[in-house]
């Protein structure tokens, strides 16, 4: 009997918070994380008899960019809708959505693949809705099962979202959390959301089912609470073992909604007591249809930003780098300003991409900071890179002066000064005088050497690393090595 | 004459005048209100304390001659499904017993700042869900023409307080004829709005749709004077036209109806009516044509057959949603439960009335899975075709003149426990929502056993001038209503 | 279309209104009587009507991106049936296993 195989099926569906400053139907603020609970709430948020809706003019634009960055048809003509169900978290028991007619279709995401190639994992659509209220558990720990009560903060109710949902085109867990990262960094570059997973501005639910290789296809199961790339991964990766594992045995997928557990690594079926909701959805006839005017999409492709793999590519042809150097440094748009800032300010494009790659990423780790508030300013980094551009001083040198900077916030001069780090390097005289005071500290060493006993040179070796340390780097080997070669005469 | 009888434009003069004092004004018609309660029971609160002393401001003023709003000093009532700030608005529900909401609906925030006064919130049939204000949570209110009769609903209390003098004006809302069927019923003007033209903002919705807020007065210049107020662009209602409002006290300057076309519909002509409603409506014809309009013959045929239940799919389908936030968490009744599932059941179990759960589960029906298509799309294309013939009608007239109701107010209890047949007397007002078009209710007589007989005119979009100088003429031929004693000479 | 007992629990459930025997009796007889009413629309011809045209008589502007603090916090929370502290109260709302 042949082997089975097993084939994920995995779809997306996305929420993205848009970074609007007042709610999609109110103006109440949308800043609610920190905020004391139920202060970012008026009567229409709050579903308060007699409230209604009125529509923010930036969550549409927010709403458009991000479309067209999807690659996605924008439909001038669209409606929202009323989606009716009863949850503590939800004050109208209906949340505005758009239903039929969502704000935009048919778009893609371009993902790398695992051989270097590109993939497009198509989107279905992107609609406007409203995010629901946040709900703390009174439970032991903190979860829904079992808490006798929980508290309602309607601060986050209203707040704008993006709905992403993607074709059932991703076909691993790597994918999956690859598209999410394109995703994430897209809606970035955008300026029109934070999409932070760990702090709920995007959210993800996936959606996988496993295909066997003797025609049988399991039911698909939703996959909640996935708060990082790395949930997202493992959690799918799961998942498949788990339905691959039913298939195998013969058994049958339920189609159901589970819940990751990321401290266990499982997911586990929910315990829904109601029935699958019918959310009796109708045009919302509290607003009128959301319709574009003529040329409204074309002046918001005006004002796109450059996307990121406009940027690589960019990147790649304007300063010669290659394509994983230039994904690397672009990103994030702060640190592709960063070294943009460095390569204007007269840094090599090549030195300046080692040196933001390598240095700077390390000390931002190292320090646990942002590119915007790293201790050297680009315009100063260059002029460091190009005392190396123009070897007035070594790279190992230009290192110690870089960390020194980096560490302690003070000047380029300052940081040389301390290192004692001189532009030209240490040759002449003071080079003499240098390999004077090592051949005196290391005299017995010296006299290995001058009685002949030093058969393989491997001593003299030693002096010559001894110099070029001291040096750090800014003594010329040849030279150091003859100057060496002359004293060690005398 | 006493104060309480004055109209709008009568205490806006007396006050000018120093003929009496705002005080003077409100003393009076609250006197009249409490002395006359007992027996048709409008109204659900008083707001006394607040009332006298805006009217002892407004006193103040007129002394030290500061430039008052047009509508400083007139005493006024609103139905109780309109929000008023730090007092209680019921909608006439158990579920929202003494809910306080922290606003004021729109149209009470301009009354306010035109310096008007409010005196009380009146009963209504629960949400405005019925015609006869007998669906109050709170007790039935009587029709002050004949006691044993119903003022007519939703906005019966309302209805009821203007036509026995407790106010010169007051505020009732319209979803299939809760303005204009009151109006007939008690024998005073009622004017539904075209849709969009009055804010909603701060009405407790029934059907978002199909609800418009509008006045209830005795004469046509106080409807007037009301509208002009009332009719404010609103930026918080997104159904709210940011068109520009004309002064409607123009519109009562008309000294014919010639030149003007007014319709009669076809399928209307034949419906069986109570004969002295049909005599009432006959004598409006007649009017009509005496001051000059041509009578033109418009065939309307969707509207009588299939407006009903349009009409009774789509409301109670926007009801059921809008109705949903009522759960007991945030505001109003909230019974005990263990469970949020229970907190919703026995809170909405307990708190809504048997028309309003009817309503809500109609509503439900016709929205869920499965039956959306057969019964509510059908029913919102059923409104185009209705929408579209009064479109196409309005090419050939200016007005439609049509009865309000079938019959004068009928008794209480009489069709309470009839739903059907009480939805049945909505025939001719509920289209008029369906459209979204202006509807105006006036006294044309009394039956003989004392019951006012109302007419409805129904305008164009946004042609409430139409109506209102059909109005001012109407009132110049036969005379302002007397106020209705309730039982008491 | 006819409509049962079962069909009025149903919907009841859905609309999450606690309902008594007689009253479900109560309820399946109005809905009998009135669902005749509805289907008599059915002679209507309907062809070719959009019922929700994209298109308006009037644009409505949307409104300008701009935070405002509302007043309305205390007194929204003091109408609480249950207030706790900062919080809206509701009871358990998923039962343990």
Known sequence: MSELTFTPVIGLEIHVQLATKSKIFCSCSTDYIGAVPNTNVCPVCLGLPGSLPVLNAKVVEYGVKAA???NCTVNTATRFHRKNYFYADLPKAYQISQYDLPLAEKGYVEIPTEDGGRYHVRITRLHLEEDAGKLVHEASDGRLVGADQSFVDYNRGGVPLAEIVSEPDIRSAAEAKEYVARLRQLVRYLGVSDGDMEKGSLRVDANISVKCSDGRWGDRAEVKNLNSLRALERALEYEFKRQSQLLAEGKTVTQETRHWNDVEGVTMATRSKEEAHDYRYFPEPDLPPLLLPDGYVDKIKETMPELPWQKVDRFEKSYKLNETDAMILTEHIPLADFYEACVKAGASPQRASNWVRTEVLRIMNEQKIEIEDFPIKPAVLAQLVSKVDD?????TAAREVFDM???????????????????????????????RGILKNNADVVEIIKTGQDKKGKKQKFLQGLIMKEARGQADPKEAASVLAQLLEE | MELFELSVAQIIEGLQNRTFSASEVFKACLNRAKMLEPRISALLSFTEESGMAQAEAVDKALASGEKLGPLAGVPFIVKDNMCTKGIPTTCASKILAQWKPPYNAAVVDFLDEAGAILMGKANLDEFAMGGSTEHSAYGV????????CVPGGSSGGSAASVAAGYVPFSLGSDTGGSIRQPAAFCGIYGLKPTYGLVSRRGLVAFASSLDQIGPFTRTAEDMALVLDVISQKDDH?????R?????????????????????LIKETLGYKLDPEIKEAFDKTVKFCKEQGAEIVEISLPTMIEYGLPCYYILAPAEASSNLARFDGVRYGLSEDAASLIDLYMKTRAEGFGVEVKRRIMVGTYVLSSGYYDAYYLVAQKVRQLIKREFVNAFKSVDTILLPTAPTPAFRKGELVNDPIQMYMADVFTLPVNLAGLPGLSLNAGFSKDGRPLGVQFIGSWWGEEDLLSIAALHEKAYGTAPIAQGGVC | MAVSADDIRHVAALARLEITDDE?????????????????LNELDLEGIDAFALKVDEEIPWREDKAVQSSVREDALDEAPYRHG????????????
């Not at chain 1, 301390?418 to 030209?424: H, I, L, N, Q, Y």
């Not at chain 2, 109806?257 to 319709?263: C, F, P, Q, S, T």
């Not at chain 3, 479900?24 to 289907?39: D, P, R, W």
């Open chain 1, 391 to 395: 070897n007035k001083i070594s790279t």
């Open chain 2, 237 to 241: 209602d997104s159904t709210c036209s």
């Open chain 2, 243 to 263: 068109r520009s409002r004309p002064d409607y006290k123009k519109a009562l300057r008309a000294d014919s109806l010639k030149g003007r076309k007014i319709g």
């Open chain 3, 86 to 97: 900062d919080f809206f109260r509701v009871p358990r709302i998923v039962e343990e296993d």
């Open chain 2, 141 to 148: 209110t009587s029709n002050p023409w004949k006691l044993d």
């Open chain 3, 24 to 40: 479900v009796q109560a309820m399946h007889q109005h809905f009998e009587e009135i669902l005749g009413y509805f289907n008599r």
């Open chain 1, 405 to 435: 900077m980096a560490a302690r916030r003070i000047s380029l001069e300052e940081a040389m000064s301390e290192c004692g780090v001189e532009e030209g390097g240490i040759s002449g005289s003071n080079l003499e005088n240098m390999v």
């Open chain 1, 68 to 70: 067209l960055a999807l």
